[in-house]
Structures are given as structure tokens and as C-alpha cells.
């Protein structure tokens, strides 16, 4: 009622501005129909108000303009308003306070955020026989509120239950879990993967000897403080072992251990070098006696020669 008193204030006004401007043309200006400085769509408009009348077919509909409501010719009402048709002219009046789209003032077509259309209405809860769609923004059946893989739902977007071989997160049924997620079969739920995690290295501990003579290894650890869940991150490795250097002392008693195991070589070479000497004598002696019998054969020998020339010549002497 207030609205369409403005709009007869405005065109009054309008009134009294085109009967001023036939006595002065020359101080005011006026829009007339067809003229081309009128905004589009419009059929007769104002310097300060806009369009006051639009073209067969059109909405008038009043923008507020800081103090002053401005009028623009649409094709259809924006979003919030409604369209009324009348033979004087076409109107955009404003939605329930409800409703973000609208038939009429008392029918809504689609709710604001946080409530739900049934038979027109906007209501925060739904009646007992249907569920709130947060998407539609609606109130459905229960039946067919639920998508196909959950087992019982809050509403159409948000399941409570999954069925078998499904697990919930965040209101939705996964058949397999996200990343950083893994399936609970206790809780046919995807819960969060637990990865391992480990403290700080301990210092170096001591440097032992290890096997080898004078080779030396020092080890350091570190705790597990959460172990990690079956598709979590595994643990590192929870010690380290490096070659150290010991004291040249204690080294020492090492390299004593090696003079005894190179002794034992040299009494090993000695005793190999003495058969050896030995078998050499044995040798020189053998070469000797064949040198002996030699020169006896060489002696015999020229003895025998000897004795045959005598014979020959029985009066050499």
C-alpha cells in the first residue's frame, strides 16, 4: 500500500514537473514517449527518478539510489521479487522476507539458506513424514531422501549409515577412503591414517671394537613415540652405526696381538728357512761324495793305463 502511494506521489510529481515544464521549456527539461533520452525500455522517465513508465510488456522496478528509489524497465522481476500485471501498468514487488524466490507474496517458489519449502512455505524444520534438503533447499520424502549407497541419512546430502562394502566420512559413503584417510571396519568409517613418529637422536654412544682388530663402531638411537596406523606412514630406521677411532693405547694392545701374529710367521719362515739349509747340505754332501767317487774312477783309470804301458815295456820303470 505504501508502495504504489509513492508511486502516485511520483507520478503527481511527474504531473506538476510536465505542466511546469509547458510554461517553462526553457529552464526544466521533460521526457516524452519515444524520447531517445530516456534509458532503455522505458516509455516516459524523469531527470531524477528514472523511468516512471515502461514499454508494453516490461517491469517497472524501483533501485534505491542512496535517498531516491530510481526506476528501471525489466524484462522480469530480480531475484527476490515478484511480477504483477495490470492494464495501467507492470509492477516488481518485493518477496517475503522468507523467501529468495517467489510466485507471489505468499508462495514461495525457493527458501533463503537454513530453511525449507513445503507447499509454499518456508520453514526451518520439515513435518515428520519428510527430510530437509540442504541442496534443494526443500522438504522430500523420507523414502527417496537418502542416496543409494547410504543406510540411513539426516537428509538427502547427508548420510548417518553406509551399507555394506561403504564407509562414512563427513556424511558421504566412500568405497574407497580418501587420501590421508583409511577404512575402519569396526566403525565402517574412514578414519584419519596415524603416520609413525620418532624423537631426537640420542648422542654417540662409546666406541667399541667390533671383530677386527683396531676397527671400532659407536651407535646412536632414537625413540618411536607413535606407531603408525596399517596405511599410516612406516617408522625410519631407529639407529645409526658409523666407524669411530679409539684411543692409540688400547690400538696398541691391538698391534701388540699383531707382532705376536708376525713372530709366529717369522718362526714359521725360520723353521721352513732351516729345512731348507738342511736340505742344501744334504745336497753339497751328495755333490761331494760324486766328486769323490769321480776323481777315485779318474785315479783307477790312470793307474790301469799306467800298468798297461809297463807291461808293454817291461824295462821302463
Not at 510466485?103 to 515428520?128: I, V
Not at 566403525?187 to 667390533?210: D, K, Q, Y
Request: with cysteine; glycine share 8%; charged share 30%.
Amino acid at each position: 500500500m505504501q508502495l504504489q502511494q509513492l508511486i502516485s506521489l511520483v507520478l503527481i510529481l511527474h504531473w506538476m514537473e510536465d505542466a511546469d515544464c509547458q510554461h517553462h521549456a526553457s529552464k526544466h527539461r521533460q521526457h516524452k514517449q519515444g524520447s531517445q533520452d530516456c534509458p532503455g525500455g522505458c516509455l516516459t522517465c524523469s531527470t531524477h527518478n528514472g523511468c516512471l513508465t515502461c514499454l508494453p510488456k516490461l517491469f517497472i522496478h524501483l533501485e534505491r539510489d542512496g535517498m531516491r528509489q530510481i526506476g528501471v524497465c525489466l524484462a522480469s522481476c530480480p531475484k527476490g521479487f515478484f511480477g504483477t500485471r495490470s492494464p495501467e501498468k507492470n509492477d516488481c514487488s518485493k518477496c517475503g522476507s522468507e523467501c529468495d524466490t517467489c510466485f507471489d507474496k505468499n508462495f514461495c517458489t525457493r527458501c533463503r539458506a537454513g530453511s525449507y519449502l513445503h507447499k509454499g512455505k518456508c520453514q526451518e524444520s520439515c513435518p515428520d513424514e519428510l527430510v530437509p534438503s540442504d541442496a534443494k533447499r526443500e522438504c522430500v520424502p523420507r523414502l527417496t531422501a537418502c542416496p543409494a549407497d547410504c543406510d540411513s541419512c539426516l537428509n538427502s546430502e547427508t548420510c548417518t549409515r553406509c551399507m555394506p562394502g561403504y564407509y562414512l566420512l563427513h556424511g558421504q559413503c566412500h568405497s574407497v577412503c580418501p587420501e590421508e584417510f583409511e577404512p575402519s571396519e569396526q566403525l565402517m568409517e574412514c578414519v584419519p591414517a596415524v603416520h609413525c613418529e620418532v624423537g631426537e637422536w640420542s648422542e654417540w654412544g662409546p666406541c667399541l671394537r667390533i671383530g677386527k682388530p683396531c676397527f671400532r663402531e659407536e651407535t646412536r638411537t632414537r625413540k618411536v613415540l607413535q606407531n603408525p596406523s596399517p596405511q599410516g606412514k612406516p617408522c625410519p630406521a631407529t639407529s645409526e652405526k658409523r666407524e669411530c677411532f679409539g684411543k692409540r693405547k688400547r690400538c696398541g694392545k691391538d698391534r701388540g696381538s699383531h707382532k705376536g701374529e708376525r713372530k709366529n710367521r717369522n718362526n714359521r719362515k725360520d723353521k721352513a728357512s732351516g729345512e731348507g739349509r738342511r736340505e742344501r747340505k744334504r745336497e753339497r754332501e751328495r755333490e761331494r761324495e760324486m766328486g769323490d767317487r769321480e776323481e777315485s774312477e779318474n785315479r783307477n783309470k790312470t793307474e790301469q793305463r799306467r800298468r798297461r804301458a809297463q807291461s808293454r815295456d817291461p824295462g821302463a820303470v
